[in-house]
């Protein structure tokens, strides 16, 4: 069962444990420059989520078919028209990551992720994956397996892909309600082909 945020905070009070703290994920250290648009071209049947980071720096996700933003929560979210797929979008400040060792940002990024999430269920996971599905992007994932989580696994699995953008910010994309693992993987290497990082002149309205 992948999750997103928003399940992710009722699976943690299903497993309520006193290590909760109310200040965990997201968190909003650092803001980026602009908001993030989502705008569908009807002629191109393509939706195309994009966001300034700073004055100079931004980036732009294109996907085929009609996707949608979520309204109501922290996180941007955004759902495909034509069926339960939803990407969760966050943006992260290397300074939030300062703290941990690696040297790699991507690294340090997935290491505050497991860290979080582990403190936000309360325990440990019990299995943790992290690789390269392309260059330049990192994937992170974790297992916990619990008998008060629904489904007939009692799993919950917390994945995602994470690019840094500059040195001093990363892009935190958390997929989730695919019905199989192929459209999952087929859906990873979607976003991670149209994903486009724009920098100086190039970054504009």
């Not at 996700?61 to 797929?85: C, D, F, M």
């Not at 290491?111 to 996971?125: C, I, K, M, N, S």
């Not at 199989?180 to 100086?200: C, D, F, I, N």
Request: charged share 20%; net charge negative; proline share 7%.
């Amino acid at each position: 069962m992948k999750a997103t945020l928003g399940r992710i905070l009722v699976l943690a009070a299903l497993l309520a444990a006193p290590a909760v703290q109310a200040n965990t994920l997201p968190s909003d250290d650092a803001s980026p420059d602009g908001p993030v648009h989502v705008r569908f071209d009807p002629a191109m049947r393509e939706t195309v989520v994009a966001s300034r980071v700073t004055p100079r720096l931004c980036f732009a996700l294109s996907l085929p078919e009609e996707w949608r933003q979520n309204t109501g929560s922290g996180e941007t979210s955004i759902t495909a028209v034509s069926s339960s797929a939803e990407i969760d979008i966050h943006l992260r400040s290397a300074r939030e990551l300062q703290d941990q060792p690696q040297s790699d940002l991507a690294q340090r990024d997935a290491v505050f992720l497991q860290q979080d999430y582990e403190t936000l269920l309360g325990r440990p996971a019990q299995s943790v994956s992290i690789t390269s599905p392309a260059p330049g992007a990192t994937r992170w994932s974790a297992t916990w397996i619990d008998q008060n989580l629904p489904a007939g696994s009692h799993a919950i699995t917390i994945e995602a892909l994470i690019v840094p953008l500059s040195d001093e910010w990363v892009l935190e994309l958390s997929l989730a309600g695919i019905d199989t693992p192929q459209s999952h993987e087929a859906l990873v290497g979607t976003v991670l082909s149209g994903l486009k990082v724009r920098v100086g002149a190039a970054c504009r309205d």
